[in-house]
């Protein structure tokens, strides 16, 4: 994959906001187009190498909202959430920009590659400070200082206890970057570092789109179900003949929008009266 230097990086405007960070990057190498307008408004979307089908949905919630508000999606390209970000963010015609946690030159193979050139094609980039460097534990904290240094704005899905994540987290707190957290069940270890920033103040709570009142996203399937009755999620995954955990993952995020209610264990359609 061919790869070119940005060079003067420093005295490009797009970039200043690298220049918030005590220590900022020496040099920037990126592979794709070099385009500086998908600097210019950028979020992040970063979150726990270990996605669960919760963490997916709520990806696939966030991205398609960002991409309607002009925004390019910046993330780590990490298995997990990161490379679920880049993917929705593809699939949905936005662009995305996957900040590495080794040198530009390293050869990525199978889904990897496939993954990156789908991210060029799109009219992204792959971006990294370093030319040739081997992914280490410390290139990732490294990693994650940029990515939080080029959003205005920074979304943690999910995130254990001790999670890369939270380490973006504390760099955009010290950018002064707006700072988002995503809840989840308490029994979720991925969701117990996104739980923790709620509870202790650090993060505003993000709980999907709104919904005016009467509008429900008709084309999902629980919401259908439930305009009739009130269900356990047992009889709802098997009316939708569904993993049970899969239809829990789904429950949490409409609880969540505030599209449904749960009471005695059947849920219920929310009244928007």
């Known amino acids: 994959m061919q790869y070119h230097k940005l060079k003067n990086w420093q005295s490009i405007p797009e970039l200043k906001s690298l220049h918030d960070?005590?220590?900022?990057?020496?040099?920037?190498y990126f592979a794709g187009k070099w385009n500086p307008d998908i600097i210019k408004n950028c979020s992040a979307v970063v979150g726990s190498r270990k996605m669960t089908d919760y963490?997916?949905?709520v990806v696939e919630k966030i991205i398609p909202?960002?991409?309607m508000q002009g925004k390019t999606v910046i993330s780590g390209f990490m298995y997990g959430v990161d490379q679920h970000v880049h993917e929705?963010?593809?699939?949905?015609?936005?662009?995305?920009?996957?900040?590495?946690?080794w040198g530009i030159d390293t050869p990525l193979f199978g889904s990897d590659l496939a993954l990156a050139k789908k991210i060029i094609a799109s009219g992204g980039i792959l971006l990294s400070e370093w030319k040739t460097l081997k992914a280490a534990h410390w290139?990732?904290?490294?990693?994650?200082?940029i990515v939080a240094a080029l959003s205005s704005e920074v979304f943690i899905v999910e995130a254990a206890q001790k999670s890369g994540s939270l380490i973006t987290a504390a760099i955009a707190a010290k950018l002064k970057r707006k700072l988002w957290a995503v809840p989840g069940p308490v029994t979720s270890r991925t969701s117990k570092g996104t739980n923790q920033l709620i509870a202790s103040g650090k993060a505003q709570m993000w709980l999907g789109t709104d919904h005016l009142p009467g509008e429900y996203e008709t084309d999902d399937p629980i919401l259908e179900i439930l305009q009739n009755e009130a269900l356990t999620a047992d009889e709802i995954a098997?009316?939708?003949?569904?993993?049970?955990?899969?239809?829990?993952?789904?429950l949490s995020l409409l609880l969540l929008s505030g599209q449904i209610l749960e009471k005695g264990g059947k849920y219920y359609i929310a009244d928007v009266n």
């Open 55 to 57: 963490g997916a949905r």
């Open 88 to 101: 929705v963010c593809v699939e949905n015609r936005g662009k995305t920009i996957a900040v590495l946690g």
């Open 139 to 145: 290139t990732f904290p490294a990693r994650n200082r």
């Open 21 to 28: 960070l005590s220590t900022p990057p020496k040099e920037l």
């Open 65 to 67: 909202s960002l991409i």
């Open 238 to 250: 098997r009316k939708l003949k569904n993993p049970v955990s899969e239809t829990g993952a789904n």
